[in-house]
DNA sequence: TACCAGAAACTGGTTAACCAATTTACAACA
DNA sequence: TGTTGTAAATTGGTTAACCAGTTTCTGGTA
């Protein structure tokens, strides 16, 4: 079995220099060091006390910017924001390299989002919503049909009813973990056999409750269509556990 | 009302470069010029080829990379990643800037969470998860005695909660609409008056049912909790978009 | 013709210097 | 003494040049 001893080598996480910085400056403020609304010193002075090039400190700056963690005023300076600071220590471990794995968690996530999607959109859903998401279910059916790389268009199927549920943040979370939903798929060739044709005939059932408005019967045909994958990425989840478990 | 002043002149965007560029690599790979495994232009053909200077393009290509859209290979060229790309269109004009505004959503949103985190939480909450939570309680109680700058300790609360749940995932998704969570009371006052009062006695009804493992009690009692703030950001909602709904 | 060094061109990574806007310090004036 | 205008220092923004690998081309050899 090759696949294990990849495993014990492939842990050589080449350390970049921007992320040593990060966790440096995230260290300053969970200590306390740094509090919200501080000024953070230069570019310049963190490049030179720091030893690095100061593209390194944007870099880290820039990133850690995007999680709203940081905030620089042009010509004038970097302050740590404000809010969330509390939530800080779980962000960046959390967010940051979601990587953990879990996924049944993951797959658990979804079940409950979908489902709630699918409850809302059948309340809200306009019939440009319905034409929308015919359109990508029989994308999805010529897709089974042809007998490959069906994932995709299974996904931008659910992705449309999140549209219709008029929530936009539902829609951004179920992107969000879209990706390693789709990368858990294909690893695992969870929709291998005839399992596409089953789940066709789940979405047209979905669709059907949606376009008659009926909220608790969508909710519940999208939780079943699911369940099957969340059984799944059970007994997956615990062989993984169990191969895995000395494993930070 | 200087408020309303403000609001309608705010809306100057400033445009960075990096964002513009973004956008067209982004319209390059959604009209299938670029497809998934595409080698990018060099960095420097890029910079010519928009009139910018290569760190823009740096910047742009970095941010791509961070939403698992592209992947640079050092010293020898970036190319497209292969999975999600379908979704593309979604994700940076929602992810990236979830600056919707969208007050009801988000905290439909959040009720979908928390509701079910209590009811998970219940299930599968250790004793230490107890303690955890009966202490950043009685963090919040301090607070709301104290008088002040209660709100994040209340987040906190819920997200002991999250955490009891065992399921880092959602978790994660908590801590991501968390932030906007905060600004939306902060600057809406929602949590005025002796609204802290009432809501400490209803997070130690939460927190009674969780530790009796009743998960339905629970998300139940985490549900109630929440309508209150889900009604108050209807009636805001409705009145935010009448006075914006000149806006795009 | 097939193949394989070796050099030249090209890649992203990194650094250092320069730019324009902001902030700060200070001196002149009221 | 307090205010204000100006200049110097400092800031993030931006550019251009250089570095160390990678890829590609090329010419000679078997």
Redesign the interface.
Known sequence: MEKKFLKTFKEIIIEKPADKIIQQIKELISTGQLKPGDKLPSERALSELLGVGRSHVR?AI??LE?Y?ILKTLPQSGTVVAG??I??LE??IS??LQ?E?R?FY??V??RV??ET?SARLAALRRSDDDIVAISNSLSDYEKAVSSGKDSV??D??FH?KIA?AS????????M?????DI??YF?DNNVCAGNRPVTALEEHYKILEYIEKKNGEKAAEAMNSHLQEILNFSISKNQLLNKSNGNQK
């Open positions: 870099e820039q990133k995007f709203g809010l969330g509390t939530a779980g962000l959390d967010v979601m953990g879990d968690a993951l658990e996530t409950l989002l709630n995709e268009y996904l931008l992705l549209e008029k929530n936009p943040v539902l829609k951004s979370l992107l969000i973990i879209t990706p789709l990368t294909k």
